[in-house]
């Protein structure tokens, strides 16, 4: 897939999204299960959401100055 992230589809399957999460389907599966990453159902399908992916990854970002000791 050689899409941007602005290219993106608004909803993911379990495919591309484990694709912009840069893991594999069965993270994302798992990521679910455990509430982590909101999906809605389309029929049988799962879908996700571009943005609450984004937005997971940015809550689970974390920045070097998170860890650094205070000076």
């Known amino acids: 897939m050689s899409t941007t992230l602005q290219d993106a589809p608004l909803l993911?399957?379990?495919k591309e999204?484990?694709?912009l999460l840069n893991c594999c389907e069965k993270t994302v599966?798992?990521?679910r299960k455990q509430g982590k990453i909101p999906f809605m159902r389309l029929g049988n399908a799962?879908?996700?959401s571009r943005t609450?992916?984004?937005k997971f990854i940015d809550t689970q970002s974390k920045?070097?100055?998170?860890?650094?000791?205070?000076?």
């Open 46 to 48: 799962i879908r996700y």
């Open 12 to 14: 993911l399957n379990e």
């Open 17 to 19: 999204a484990a694709h």
């Open 63 to 71: 920045t070097i100055t998170d860890n650094a000791p205070e000076v």
């Open 29 to 31: 599966y798992t990521i």
């Open 52 to 54: 609450d992916l984004v």
